[in-house]
């Protein structure tokens, strides 16, 4: 099935930096990666998705990139707020299901003011 | 406009009780699932149930059963609750298809076993 790994674990940034998030996935038939945010005491929420025909994605300051050939997909965050500090999590449709997602560990990323 | 709702929101059992997670979503969707959120593990599936009157299970189901028991509601069940249980767990309801796949996720309960 499919095995997605994301780095780093935890990511301190100074207000107004950039974060970027990495995440590779194993099954090269994978066509569909979401990125998740969770704040604090809530569920995760689907924040920006990009399709595997498409190399780049952008909304306002985030952006995800994907690599079909490496097999990996990052999150950009530019001009990071507090408000950005939150757990982020990649996914990737399970192996066979359009209906499942496996989802990397998490990445608990603080903004620092 | 609920979208995923979960009770309850916290809970502490001792070894050995039994509990009921439940979970309803007025979303209309066919798909269903349980996950658990432990720390640096990320979320992990325990159960899921692709349409009502279905259940499979996901990567971590011992010591789980569950009831889909229309196509709103999905209930968690741990029969004899371990302290390898504490975690938090989330419901989510998934729609699907070849472009895109969504999860929309409840709160979380979190559960403690001492």
């Known amino acids: 099935g499919e095995n997605v790994e994301q780095h780093p674990s935890t990511l301190s940034v100074q207000e107004g930096d950039s974060a970027v998030i990495k995440c590779t996935y194993s099954d090269s038939a994978s066509n569909y990666f979401p990125w998740y945010k969770q704040e604090l005491g809530k569920g995760p929420q689907l924040i920006i998705d990009?399709?595997?025909?498409?190399g780049e994605k952008k909304d306002q300051r985030i952006a995800v990139t994907l690599n079909k050939t490496a097999k990996h997909f990052s999150l950009h965050i530019t001009e990071t707020q507090p408000e950005d500090s939150a757990v982020y999590f990649c996914a990737a449709p399970a192996s066979g299901s359009a209906r499942q997602l496996t989802f990397g560990s998490g990445t608990q990323l603080t903004v620092l003011p | 406009n609920a979208g995923v709702t979960q009770t309850p929101k916290f809970q502490v059992l001792k070894t050995g009780q039994s509990m009921t997670l439940q979970c309803a979503q007025d979303?209309?969707?066919?798909?269903m699932y349980w996950y658990r959120q432990d720390p640096g593990m990320g979320l992990r599936l325990i159960y899921y149930?692709?349409?009502?009157?279905?259940?499979d299970k996901g990567e971590v189901p011992n010591g789980y059963n569950v009831s889909r028991l229309n196509k709103r509601e999905f209930s968690l069940r741990l029969e004899s609750a371990a302290p390898s249980q504490t975690s938090v767990y989330f419901c989510?309801?998934?729609?699907?298809?070849?472009?895109?796949?969504?999860?929309?996720f409840g709160q979380g309960t979190r559960l403690t076993v001492v």
């Open positions: 149930s692709a349409s009502e009157g279905t259940t």
């Open positions: 989510a309801s998934i729609v699907g298809s070849s472009q895109n796949t969504e999860a929309f």
């Open positions: 979303m209309n969707h066919n798909s």
């Open positions: 990009i399709r595997s025909n498409v």
